[in-house]
């Protein structure tokens, strides 16, 4: 049975947490961001920063949103063409945040589409508009995955993947061909409070263990890079602020690739369980969706962001939230 959590009137409430930009000042003060995907993990956090700073903010969804008077939400789907360029015509937005896609771990037939609809069309259609409007900063959200498909010409290995990529190309020819203000990121594997996904990895060893129940796992020998929700916020920020990575791909991850039974001992030892210890091989391998290894260099250089987040303090950090969490009830039913 998947976890229940109670939420205030239906919708995540996302606490936030207080960002510091590197700058060490407020620049979104006055400006009008719109957000699409502001109800994702990332987005939600996004979004409570620029709300920090004072920036004018509107949000897309097109499943419905929360009821709040911090920002505006509109209703619209994105792959359609005609209601984005209305919605942008409408706004007129000095930067949008594009973090709406469909990030998906599937593998089957049937996932290409979705894929392609929610992670290339929906691109393309955001930047077709932006570059009609002009004078608008675009800050794609990509991923890490697609870095070994795009820099040693392999096939990418899922259609999310393929996706993803996708869209970098679109972008890139969009800035080369009709100098759209686009830059794309390419983001490693997030986590922290707020992560109410509990299918990805580091809420689900924490719930399961908070709930004396052994985490089914993998053979965890596959490495990613991890990176603390705090630092892929002021990592988009900078990209945002920087008007030197226009046209260029940056990686916002924290460097080092780390396996995923490092992760889970890294949660064990935090929370010392007597009953739940991780399943390891328990769950098959899945076909492995290579990471390269982030360009930090390239991103300090044009952005002059980096992350301060080491992983202990951030699985520290992410193991107290969920705590408080599970103390609070907010947390109701174990995972599947």
Known sequence: MAIRIQKEGGVVINQGLQIETQQGRENFAGQRILVTGARGFIGSHLV?????????????????????????????????PVVVASLLRQLRPNVIFSLSGLASVAYGLDSV??????NCRSTVNLLLAATELGNCRVVLANSMLETCASETASIPRSPFSA?????????????KVYGTR?????IAMVYGP??????????HVIVSI???????LTSGKSQFDWIYIRDSVSGLLAAALSSHCEGQTIDIASGTLTTVRTIVSEIVSLMKPSV?????????????????LANLEHTYALTGWQPTTSLREGLTETVRWYQMQFAAGMLTEPPG
């Not at 686009?182 to 390419?186: A, E, G, K, S, Y």
């Not at 707020?194 to 809420?203: C, D, F, M, T």
């Not at 908070?210 to 089914?216: D, K, R, S």
């Open 113 to 118: 589409m979705p894929c392609f609809e929610a």
């Open 163 to 175: 996706s993803k990529l996708a869209s970098t190309i679109y972008s890139r020819m969009f800035h």
């Open 194 to 203: 707020g992560q109410w996904n509990l299918e990805k990895l580091v809420p």
């Open 182 to 186: 686009v830059t794309i990121t390419r």
């Open 210 to 216: 908070l709930q004396n129940i052994a985490p089914a």
């Open 48 to 80: 409570t920063e620029l709300c920090r700073q004072s920036a004018i903010v509107h949000c897309s969804s097109r499943i419905g949103h929360p009821q709040e008077s911090r920002v505006t939400w509109h209703l619209v789907d994105l792959a359609d």
């Open 276 to 292: 739940a210890l991780p399943k390891f091989g328990s769950l098959p391998d899945e076909p492995d969706e290579p990471m390269g």
